[in-house]
């Protein structure tokens, strides 16, 4: 079974090899995860894939809510939420016949074409992963020069009171990373 977990972690030195290293330490895999900053000061947003079944997941939680910079940690998979991948890739596409199937691919699937070189072509898609590995399957016959991927973002609909803001948690630490 798939679980997305996202961790408010303290924005400071070393919190990603930290978590990553417990989690590898412990045999768990890590399928996606995604790093950025929230719109709390301070604190970022680690959202992880993991498979596993609900005995893995509560171990995985337990295990991240033991370290000291990690603030939350919620399944997200366990609510009504919106979850997206994004992806650059590079196509092979001569001047011709080949250029246009691709350019109506990339309509069709709402992807978007940032790059345009003599030989190639670099879309931009975002979506569901289901969306992003088809449009990677039907770009293959074309040729891929190269592709990256971020990890999965995943967000709750509507309100989310398990949400951590700064006046949810008294024990926040408002310093500077640095101090």
Avoid: W
């Amino acid at each position: 079974m798939r679980h997305v977990l996202s961790a408010i972690v303290q924005n400071v030195p070393g919190v990603l090899a930290h978590i990553s290293g417990m989690l590898a330490s412990r045999g768990y895999n890590i399928d996606s995860l995604a790093v950025g900053e929230t719109e709390i000061n301070g604190l970022s947003r680690m959202t992880f894939v993991v498979r596993g079944d609900d005995r893995v997941l509560e171990q995985v939680r337990k295990q991240l809510e033991k370290i000291v910079t990690v603030v939350s940690v919620q399944d997200i998979s366990a609510n009504d939420y919106v979850e997206r991948d994004l992806m650059l890739i590079k196509v092979s596409a001569p001047t011709g016949t080949k250029r246009s199937e691709i350019r109506e691919l990339a309509e069709i699937f709402r992807a978007r074409i940032v790059d345009v070189g003599p030989e190639e072509i670099m879309i931009e898609i975002s979506g569901r992963e289901n969306k992003v590995q088809a449009f990677i399957e039907r770009m293959r016959p074309y040729g891929i020069n190269e592709l990256v991927r971020t990890g999965r973002i995943a967000m709750i609909r509507g309100s989310n009171p398990n949400v951590c803001t700064d006046e949810s948690n008294p024990n926040l630490d408002h310093q500077s990373p640095h101090s």
